[in-house]
């Protein structure tokens, strides 16, 4: 039975890509500069438990999540290096931060009180990031303009704070994988105001162990924003417009196979909505891959699949559960052959550029229902399917 899940539509992840990437991006930081993992959202689908065992083997320093359950799946999954949590988490949950040993973001006075009476109520001290708002205009203390003065004496404020350990601060690029003039300039000015913060607290007395700001996109064209510390996000997982540049490859790969063949008469009707209908007689296979696995609906009659043979055109709506393609001049693909969606012939960047999408959003979207083989040397180490409610599976490699 585990062998057919496995046939259905599946992900490979390539541990040695990983590692590969990992080390690309230490070799480019140089020494003296801590690599800080970015594996929320599950590590971009890629499976946040896996990637940050492989990263906690490489010697990271650092991950990031984005909420209290996903730092407790990697407590539970046997991470035991440190977690920053870059959302929120209610304060009344701060003993099991503090029980965690995790990193909690503050990004405004009020929280750090709030975070602060309950560290001293749990008897215990929250270490704690700042983030800094320089013109992402997300979360942050605000410090632009005529804010600067009231928020380096919040900041300033919140760091006193009784039971708080202020081990670190950051901030967040809004346009630094951009090569627009205006957008470079607008990346270095918040840059500029990010280091202006350091300098007014540090007149203050106030330092903090780690400075972080550079994404995957200041990775790429800003070493002066390394600091103590850099983020990578999508550079990690070998994606993103800056992967050539920084000779990054892709780790996940997402594959189907034909289910069905049919051979359909001219003028058939493919599909809701009867958007396609063939154009003479046709050899058509039925994938058991739709939009609930990740395949977006948008790459309907537009998104041709890879196979030895050549591509294969997805005709028709992609359905909830299904997808069928033109096999009519591919005489050599049978029912349980393998497709490409997308992988080593056809990349995650092409696909999202089709959409007019980031790649991000392809490798997020890959459901829970599909299981994820972690290969490394070319060998299956560990199956993983989420929507069984276990990590491994004995089932043979697809």
Not at 42 to 57: E, I, M, N, T
Request: aromatic fraction near 8%.
């Amino acid at each position: 039975m585990e062998e057919e899940i496995l046939r259905r539509t599946w992900a490979e992840i390539d541990m040695d890509a990983l590692s590969h990437n990992y080390r690309a991006a230490r070799e480019r930081i140089g020494p003296g500069v801590k690599y800080l993992g970015v594996v929320k959202a599950d590590a971009y689908g890629h499976g946040a438990v896996q990637v940050s065992r492989k990263l906690q083997s490489l010697g990271c320093d650092y991950l990031a999540v984005s909420s209290l359950d996903e730092a407790r799946e990697l407590r539970r999954g046997g991470v035991t290096m440190p977690v920053l949590i870059l959302g929120h988490t209610p304060p009344e949950m701060t003993p099991q931060l503090i029980r965690h040993d995790l990193t909690q973001t503050v990004s405004a006075l009020a929280k750090a009180e709030e975070y602060s009476q309950a560290a001293q109520a749990a008897g215990g001290v929250l270490r704690v990031h700042i983030k800094v708002d320089t013109g992402m205009s997300r979360l942050g203390f605000l410090v632009r303009g005529e804010h600067f003065a009231g928020g380096v004496d919040a900041i300033a404020t919140a760091c006193a704070l009784p039971n708080l350990d202020a081990e670190g601060i950051f901030t967040h690029f809004s346009t630094s994988d951009s090569d627009d003039p205006g957008d470079r300039a607008y990346a270095m000015e918040q840059f500029n105001v990010f280091l202006s913060v350091l300098d007014a607290l540090a007149a203050r007395g106030r330092r903090f162990r780690l400075r972080h700001c550079a994404n995957s996109g200041a990775l790429a064209r800003y070493p002066e924003t390394f600091l103590d510390m850099v983020r990578p996000g999508i550079a990690l997982y070998g994606l993103g417009d800056d992967a050539d540049t920084l000779g990054l490859c892709p780790v996940m790969s997402l594959y189907s196979c034909v289910s069905t063949i049919k051979v359909f008469d001219a003028d058939t009707p493919v599909s809701y909505g009867r958007l396609y209908r063939t154009p003479d007689r046709r050899r058509v296979g039925v994938l058991p891959v739709g939009y609930a696995d990740g395949l977006f609906r948008g790459f309907s009659n537009r998104l041709a699949l890879w196979t030895p043979g050549g591509p294969a055109p997805i005709l028709g709506r992609i359905c909830m559960d299904m997808t069928m393609v033109d096999l009519s001049g591919l005489p050599n693909i049978h029912v349980g052959d393998t497709l490409e969606i997308f992988g080593p012939h056809q990349s995650a960047n092409a696909l999202a550029a089709m959409l007019d999408t980031i790649p991000y959003e392809l490798v997020c979207a890959v459901s829970k229902r599909v299981p994820r083989l972690y290969k490394e040397h070319g060998q299956v180490t560990e199956r993983s399917l989420r929507i069984l409610g276990q990590d491994t599976l004995s089932a043979p490699t697809a």
